[in-house]
Each structure stands twice: as structure tokens, then as C-alpha cells.
């Protein structure tokens, strides 16, 4: 699993891990952890974050995905689907307002997996630490209203 999934080796809170085996093996998995969908802090915000709420009054979170692999030998044999489609399904359990992820511009294979499943696209820079940052997209999915 890749270490960033992680807080000091550890599964970080709020988040969930689900994996693939094959074998005893595992040759995929996906984290993703449940946080509060804000605006940015800026001039308009009076320099807080601005939490987005619901209709009711109620504030909504979103569940964003950490980390997505699936080994070489095993892509393109539904692996990366099934993850996906229990990214989305734990978020709906959780009662979250969405599923979103990062996916930089060289991950075809990704996109192509992505858009099938219906998410929306958002193209944007991700700001890295401490370097430039990199072009690539969000995927958004709403699953619950």
C-alpha cells in the first residue's frame, strides 16, 4: 500500500482501506477518507475555511480517495472496477455527499476507468510540497443528495 495512505505506518482516522487478493496476494487496493467538503479559506471567507451544508442545514462531507492501485499483471480484469464501485458504495453507507479524486495527467488507464463509472471532471493543478505544481483532474461523483 502506498506509505502516504498511511500516518507513521498507520491507518489514518477517517479512513477506509479495502484490497483485492488473488492467491493470498494483494494486487490492489483503495483507501479513502471521510473529511468536511469546504471552500478554501480566503478574502471571502473572512480567511476560514467555508463549510458547505446541505438544504437542512446539515454539513456535508465527502469521502476522498488516498490512494488507488492495482498491480501490473492484474489491470484491466475488473480489479480496479470493483474497488471503484466499493469506493462508491462505502461512501453512500457512510452518508456522504460525495466520492472525489485526484488523478494526474498521465494516468490514461485511470481516466478511462473513471468516466466509464460516471464521475465528473474537473481539470485543475494539484499543488505539490515544496515543488511546482501538476496538471491533472478531479473526478467527482455525487451519490447521495
Known sequence: MAQHALHEGQPKPDTTYLGVTVEGAVIGHIAIRRQRLEVPPSALTGG??????????????????????????????????????????????????????WSSADAVANYALKLSLGFAVHPALYPMPGGAPLSGVYFVMVVHS
Not at 60 to 66: A, G, R, S, W
Not at 74 to 100: K, S
Open 48 to 101: 476560514a475555511p467555508l463549510v458547505l451544508h446541505d438544504g437542512v442545514g446539515r454539513p456535508l462531507d465527502e469521502m476522498f480517495v488516498q490512494t488507488f492501485a492495482v498491480e501490473d499483471g492484474h489491470r484491466r480484469q475488473v480489479h480496479g472496477r470493483r474497488l471503484q464501485q466499493a469506493a462508491i458504495q462505502q461512501t453512500r453507507q457512510q452518508g456522504c455527499y460525495q466520492l472525489r479524486s
